[in-house]
């Protein structure tokens, strides 16, 4: 089973940016779809980002789009979340999530431990 390791969080300022990763493990990470969610406190997981299996298509949420781009690097079964602008609503535990096809539709195996980012206002 693949496991998946978030990391890069941290306490940032309102306006500042950070690069998350997520590592995965085994050698299936090129063949499946992949995205970000996330989870702040006392609130629902939420989508906000997937890729396809090449890279070549990404979807975001609204409440991101034009300040997050997801990327993969295949070579090195390692996926990216680029966070510009961030906001204080941005604050919650990021997690990365594998699909169970080339393109992205829902989430399938067991979720990492996550990674906190902070905003600060």
């Known amino acids: 089973q693949v496991q998946l390791a978030e990391s890069g969080g941290g306490l940032v300022q309102a306006g500042d940016s950070l690069i998350l990763s997520c590592a995965a493990s085994?050698?299936?990470?090129?063949?499946?779809?992949m995205a970000w969610f996330r989870q702040a406190p006392e609130t629902e997981r939420e989508f906000i980002a997937s890729?396809?299996?090449?890279?070549?298509?990404?979807y975001y949420a609204d409440s991101v789009k034009g300040r997050f781009t997801i990327s993969r690097d295949n070579t090195k079964n390692t996926m990216f979340l680029q966070m510009n602008s961030l906001k204080p609503e941005d604050t919650a535990v990021y997690y990365c999530?594998?699909?169970?096809?080339?393109?992205?539709?829902?989430?399938?195996?067991?979720w990492g431990q996550g990674t906190q980012v902070t905003v600060s206002s």
């Open positions: 999530a594998r699909g169970n096809a080339r393109t992205w539709s829902f989430p399938v195996g067991s």
């Open positions: 890729i396809n299996w090449s890279g070549g298509n990404t």
């Open positions: 085994g050698r299936t990470f090129s063949m499946y779809a």
